[in-house]
């Protein structure tokens, strides 16, 4: 499927101010919005990458252990990690900037999959995605055993397939695997 891309080709980043009608009665960004702005700059990402129209297929959980407060500037960066057959992970991370304070604190990274569909919305096949650096290479190694994580817990992959994670964290018996 054409010529391998480079993780720059998908990089987005994003930024926002976070405004009364996006926070909560404490005054703090709602979750909902930040989901909403990590599904709008990890699909721009996963279009660059595959010139497709893409669908989110999943997001990985994320916890909001640091609150974004109003009158921030919120940084999304995303890029795709990897890609498959019509799908690509893409790694979003956030920053929160208090401008005036001159403090800018990562607050959030998140994983999510889109995939890229024809006009009739099925799937599509992508080109291949080629690491660079060792973030990239890294980044790109443990996709492999994220996609089998959400694989299996959406009941879409048996977990005796899911052989990287078994090698990785030895979960034969928690997976349901047969000993060999
Ligand atoms: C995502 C979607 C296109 C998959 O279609 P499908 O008919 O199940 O297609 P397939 O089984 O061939 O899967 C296609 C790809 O999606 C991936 N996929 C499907 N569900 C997934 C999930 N929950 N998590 C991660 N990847 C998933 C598959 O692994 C496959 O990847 P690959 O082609 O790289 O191997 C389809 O489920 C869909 O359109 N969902 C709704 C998307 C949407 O509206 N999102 C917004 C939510 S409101």
Same mark, same amino acid.
């Given at each position: 499927m054409g010529k391998a891309k480079r993780v720059q080709e998908s990089e987005v980043i994003m930024t926002e101010m976070v405004l #009364?009608?996006?926070?909560n009665t404490l005054n703090n960004l709602m979750g909902g919005k930040l989901m909403h702005w990590l599904d709008v700059v990890g699909a721009i990402a996963a279009q660059k990458h595959s010139n497709r129209i893409v669908v989110t297929a999943s997001a990985d959980s994320i916890s909001f252990q640091h609150p974004i407060a109003l009158g921030n500037v919120v940084t999304l960066k995303a890029q795709v990690t990897r890609s498959f057959n019509s799908s690509m992970e893409v790694y979003i991370e956030v920053w929160a900037e208090d401008i005036p304070a001159n403090k800018k604190t990562k607050t959030h990274r998140a994983f999510f999959t889109f995939v890229a569909v024809d006009q009739n919305g099925r799937p599509i096949e992508v080109p291949k995605l080629e690491p660079g650096t060792d973030e990239e290479k890294e980044l790109f190694d443990g996709a492999l055993r994220r996609r089998q994580l959400r694989l299996v817990l959406s009941k879409?992959? =048996? #977990?005796? =397939?899911a052989v990287e994670l078994k090698s990785i964290f030895g979960l034969e018996e928690a997976l349901g695997a047969k000993k060999e």
């Open positions: #009364p009608n996006d926070t879409r992959m =048996d #977990p005796k =397939d």
